[in-house]
């Protein structure tokens, strides 16, 4: 016979303990990616902790044998903190969101950390008593589950409502990530796009082998990847400033922060930097993770004097074209609906948020202004009746 019972983990110390059972869980679960890791929620919680308070749930499994009870064996982590927020100049929120998000940071593919092993009622069992104690813990104010696999285990539970008490839950739009399978070859790769994908890839290849003094090349060393990452920051910010915005690589937090995680990664050989180049200048980077059979398309930059040569179509082409002969199973480019991105990846998944406001002026407050948006979009209704 076995039971399930969960415990509380506020302490970076006990933090650094769940190391090798998260890392045992993780592995082999495809709902899971390198954003829910030990390692990317351990740096991020260095980088951006110092403002919050850990709150991870680890759920253990205790077997009874002729009275006796084994040792706990960790079958599931739930990775959260609580953050300090305001709902409006006068509401206090602490609100619990996942582990490696929040400040400047926003991954996809949430979710908590429970094995695979093909057992689903097991697997559903474990994420009901995570989330049956973190709903029944007190000190939040609300949960704020962003940004979870549509049709994972947690997010089917999440959205189904019955694991929340009284008060307010909210649903996020959805939110689409382009990807595909990879196939044997490139000549597969390219039959699968549209004619129109397929005419523009072959351009740029073309485009690619008649310049002078363009190289290409991917760098996976951790001294490589990081002199890469620098040149990746200084080409996104120029690129932007052109456009006149400001870019993601904008806080010192945010690039030490991605600094760490490189250094980590790269010694693991999960960083790929595709660096292109016009004679010895970089002029252009891509920063991408290859974790499992998979190759994750992450940030992009390159000097907007070389927009002719079309430098981020290049390198996107260019890390497919070794994915294939590396034998991975998937690109994904992450959340963003960007028609280029489904000129490569032309399947898409999507994530979604679930909140859920404690009974109080808070739940008071969203349902209050959920019930105003309905009123408003009847009266858009009931107006464009009357016009017509």
Partial sequence: MTSLSCRLVTTIAGLQSLQADWDRLHVGNPELTMFNSWTWCFQWWQSYGDEHRLHVIVCTR???????????EVVGIAPLYIARHRASKVLRNDSVLFLGSGGDTSPDYHNFIVGCKGDVAETGKIHEALIKFLVTQAG?????????????TLHGLATSHQQFGPGAVRLEAPKAISYTPLPKTMTAYRQGLS????????????????ARDLGIEIVT?????????????????????????IGTFRTERYLQFHRGIIRQFSAQGNIWMVVLRHANTIIGVEYLFRYGKRLFFFQTGFSPDYNHLAPGHLMIAHAIEKAIEEGLAEIDLLKGEYDYKQSYAPLTRYTQGVFWYRPGPLSLNIKLRSWLGRQRDRLKIVAGAAAR
């Fill in 140 to 152: 939040y104010d609300s949960l704020a589950l962003g940004d979870m696999l549509v049709g994972s």
């Fill in 62 to 72: 205790e077997s009874v044998a002729d009275g006796e009870a084994s040792s706990d």
């Fill in 195 to 210: 004619r129109n994908s397929r005419k523009h890839l072959k351009r740029r290849k073309k485009r690619m082998e008649e």
């Fill in 221 to 245: 060393s951790t001294d490589a990847t990081l002199n890469a990452f620098e040149s990746l920051v200084g080409l996104h910010l120029a690129r932007w400033q052109d456009k006149g915005q």
